[in-house]
């Protein structure tokens, strides 16, 4: 499919304190551990139509260990997963409170991103914005 991302990398100040989070995170959504390297790992997820992402999770270099995560400042500023259902977004708000994880906004509709969008806002370790959202599909 046109546009699909294959992967992507986030930069973390430690990967080994950001894995249980991101175990816990992308394991809930499908992703498995897939690589590991000295300064890092994988999750991959694979579909049953054959496609594939990726999500590398890699240790931040040299100063950028210190540095808090701003995005308003250039880079990403958050990463949206698309959930199967308003369940599934709700799901895993509780396993993020589970988890002690920073919950920026409770699930709750936004119709102000369009008809029926169901969010849960939350961030990582490091204060990466992350989403899992659920739109019905249009008709």
Do not use: C, W
Not at 39 to 56: A, K, M, P, Q, V
Not at 63 to 81: E, I, K, N, T, V
Not at 98 to 121: I, K, R, S, T
């Amino acid at each position: 499919m046109r546009g699909f991302i294959h992967h992507v990398d986030l930069t973390v100040s430690d990967p080994q304190v950001s894995r249980p989070f991101y175990s816990a995170v992308l394991g809930f959504l499908g992703y498995r551990i897939a690589n590991e390297q000295p300064n890092g790992y994988d999750f991959d997820l694979h579909d049953l139509e054959g496609r594939f992402s990726s999500i590398g999770i890699v240790g931040a270099r040299g100063a950028g260990r210190a540095r808090a995560h701003d995005r308003y400042s250039p880079g990403l500023h958050h990463l949206a997963f698309e959930a199967e259902s308003r369940a599934a977004v709700d799901a895993m708000h509780a396993l993020l409170i589970e988890l002690g994880a920073h919950v920026l906004d409770a699930p709750a509709e936004y119709p102000h991103y369009g008809p029926g969008y169901y969010a849960v806002f939350f961030s990582d370790p490091d204060g990466l914005k992350l989403e899992l959202v659920h739109r019905p599909a249009p008709g």
